[in-house]
């Protein structure tokens, strides 16, 4: 039996859209699909009184320009091509999480977190502002409108707390976040490390079963 892998995600995260991109490969070269799980990123600081590297490297010597030089080394590891740095950031992401579970009930998720990812990183746009928004999600062929509609029920806004809050409950503290199974990991640079505890957890239950 394979580990229950877990993507938490804000689109409002770069490292999220980039570690991303990474995930079709670790699914095909270990046979486990990913599941995605909208959170939202401000919960998870107000909980856990984080902030986003964008308010905690300001004014900091030299942290930010490695950081930007790691970013260029994970982008060419991975033949990321189409990231774009949203000169709108930071971007409120309410609407779009409460959106992308909106879309997992009405059964359109995958287009539409395409679509998000795209104008949030790829043609960057000011996702925050409602015409921009349903104009974006309309170029992309999505109906926004009716996902839009169903993202103001209770229902919906509960389930993003529920996620918000579980992912804080089990530690995590930021965006991206992963677990395999029980084992939480945070950031973009630990795939490799995700990857690892995938193979080592599935071959595991593999011995349990004999």
């Given at each position: 039996?394979?580990?229950?892998?877990?993507?938490?995600?804000?689109?409002?995260?770069p490292?999220a859209?980039l570690?991303?991109v990474?995930?079709?490969?670790?699914?095909?070269?270990?046979?486990?699909?990913?599941?995605?799980?909208?959170i939202?990123?401000?919960?998870?600081?107000?909980?856990?009184?984080?902030?986003?590297?964008?308010?905690?490297?300001?004014?900091?010597?030299?942290k930010?320009e490695?950081?930007?030089?790691?970013?260029?080394?994970?982008?060419?590891?991975h033949?990321?091509?189409?990231?774009?740095?949203n000169?709108?950031?930071?971007?409120n992401?309410l609407?779009?999480?409460?959106?992308?579970?909106?879309?997992?009930?009405?059964?359109?998720?995958?287009?539409?977190?395409?679509?998000?990812?795209?104008?949030?990183?790829?043609?960057?746009?000011?996702?925050?502002?409602?015409?921009?928004?349903?104009?974006?999600?309309?170029?992309?062929?999505?109906?926004?409108?009716?996902?839009?509609?169903?993202?103001?029920?209770?229902d919906?806004?509960?389930?993003?707390?529920?996620?918000?809050?579980?992912?804080?409950?089990?530690?995590?503290?930021?965006?991206?976040?992963?677990?395999?199974g029980?084992?939480?990991?945070?950031?973009?640079?630990?795939?490799?490390?995700?990857e690892?505890?995938?193979?080592?957890?599935?071959?595991?239950?593999?011995?349990?079963?004999?």
């Amino acid at each position: 039996m394979t580990p229950k892998v877990e993507f938490l995600f804000d689109f409002g995260s770069p490292n999220a859209y980039l570690a991303e991109v990474a995930i079709p490969s670790i699914e095909q070269r270990t046979g486990v699909k990913f599941e995605y799980v909208p959170i939202l990123l401000g919960g998870i600081y107000k909980a856990t009184g984080n902030m986003s590297p964008f308010d905690s490297l300001r004014g900091i010597k030299n942290k930010p320009e490695y950081q930007a030089l790691e970013t260029q080394r994970f982008i060419r590891r991975h033949n990321v091509t189409k990231f774009r740095t949203n000169l709108f950031f930071p971007v409120n992401t309410l609407m779009l999480m409460r959106c992308a579970v909106a879309a997992q009930f009405e059964g359109v998720f995958e287009s539409y977190f395409r679509a998000a990812y795209h104008h949030m990183w790829e043609e960057p746009k000011k996702m925050d502002d409602p015409e921009v928004f349903r104009s974006a999600f309309i170029s992309s062929g999505i109906d926004i409108d009716r996902v839009a509609k169903r993202a103001q029920d209770d229902d919906v806004k509960k389930k993003l707390i529920e996620l918000t809050n579980d992912a804080v409950s089990r530690g995590a503290f930021g965006s991206p976040t992963f677990f395999v199974g029980k084992e939480m990991f945070f950031g973009k640079d630990q795939l490799r490390d995700v990857e690892e505890s995938i193979v080592e957890q599935s071959a595991g239950a593999i011995s349990k079963a004999k």
